[in-house]
């Protein structure tokens, strides 16, 4: 009985996730921003632990498989969320020799997320 009881809420958890094209891009703050991407579903969900001083992992969310969501979790607790990032961009980020750097040559200033 427990395991179909966990089976039934596991399949509760996982469909009330909502689809990425229902995202509404007006977020109310960053971490409102984080809080909606991370828990919508996207075609593309990608997470990459580092091995960086500063970045304790970064998140890839895209719906449509060329841009999408980024997110940058600091060792600090902080995150940082960046929209419109290529996939291409991505793949290099999640592959680069040093984390902090490409982020601060490739993203940091080129992608920004707007709060309205």
């Not at 593309?44 to 841009?67: A, M, P, R």
Request: glycine share 4%; charged share 20%.
């Amino acid at each position: 009985m427990r395991k179909i009881i966990f089976i039934f809420f596991l399949f509760i958890v996982s469909c009330s996730k909502k689809d990425c094209s229902d995202i509404n891009s007006n977020f109310t703050s960053y971490k409102n921003a984080i809080e909606v991407v991370q828990n919508t579903s996207f075609k593309i969900e990608e997470k990459v632990n580092t091995d960086s001083s500063w970045i304790d992992s970064i998140e890839y969310f895209s719906c449509d498989k060329l841009t999408g969501y980024l997110i940058v979790n600091t060792k600090k607790g902080g995150s940082y969320i960046h929209e419109n990032v290529p996939i291409n961009v991505w793949n290099e980020f999640k592959n680069a020799d040093s984390y902090g750097r490409f982020y601060n040559q490739n993203i940091k200033g080129n992608y920004y997320l707007d709060i309205n």
